[in-house]
T-cell receptor, first 115, second 111 residues
């Protein structure tokens, strides 16, 4: 039973560039959430997708956008990269119908470095 | 969203019991309390979840008093491999509300 998989594992980009990160949820899950984790900090919620729509959004600028595909996989896009966007980007999946307390399953993240 | 407060760091020795307390004074009636564990360069991993009283699984116990304004994660007989950051979260994880992570508690287990 495959868990949450993210690609790539590491990425180096230059300021001003654009990046796309990918996530495949755990088998059987239909909801994907994205988090940004700066070094030494807890994960910060970016947004959540369910039924191919953005359902919730954290306090992140419009440079951060996403998409969910019919197979429940998801992409996170960041435009006009800033040095401050350097972080570990985590994808988490869950099953919407499992109820409000169903735990999140996290991937191991994509380490993005902006130079 | 209910804010949580937990110690920044804790130290322990192998074989000891570790208790990490989290304060969440404005927890809502429908909120659950969930603890995650995170190792360096890995995503957080679900440990335990509860609503009230006590919950126990093969990894840990979670104690929640009647007023639910705090909770305590108990790790019995820790080993070096329990060295990690532990996050206490309060809320729901559906599209209705997003989970908020604090800075967590960095547990260092010494031999």
């Amino acid at each position: 039973d495959a868990g949450v998989t993210q690609s790539p594992t590491h990425l180096i980009k230059t300021r001003g560039q654009q990046v796309t990160l990918r996530c495949s949820p755990k088998s059987g899950h239909d909801t994907v959430s994205w988090y940004q984790q700066a070094l030494g900090q807890g994960p910060q919620f970016i947004f959540q997708y369910y039924e191919e729509e953005e359902r919730q959004r954290g306090n992140f600028p419009d440079r951060f956008s996403g998409h969910q595909f019919p197979n429940y996989s998801s992409e996170l896009n960041v435009n006009a990269l800033l040095l401050g966007d350097s972080a570990l980007y985590l994808c988490a999946s869950s099953l919407f119908s499992a109820g409000d307390n169903s735990p999140l399953h996290f991937g191991n993240g994509t380490r993005l470095t902006v130079t | 969203l209910a804010k949580t407060t937990q110690p920044i760091s804790m130290d322990s020795y192998e074989g000891q019991e570790v208790n990490i307390t989290c304060s969440h004074n404005n927890i809502a009636t429908n909120d659950y309390i969930t603890w995650y564990q995170q190792f360096p360069s890995q995503g957080p991993r679900f440990i335990i979840q509860g609503y009230k009283t006590k919950v126990t699984n093969e990894v840990a116990s979670l104690f929640i008093p009647a007023d639910r304004k705090s909770s305590t994660l108990s790790l019995p007989r820790v080993s070096l491999s329990d060295t990690a950051v532990y996050y206490c979260l309060v809320g729901l994880n559906t599209g209705r509300r997003a989970l908020t992570f604090g800075s967590g508690t960095r547990l260092q287990v010494q031999p």
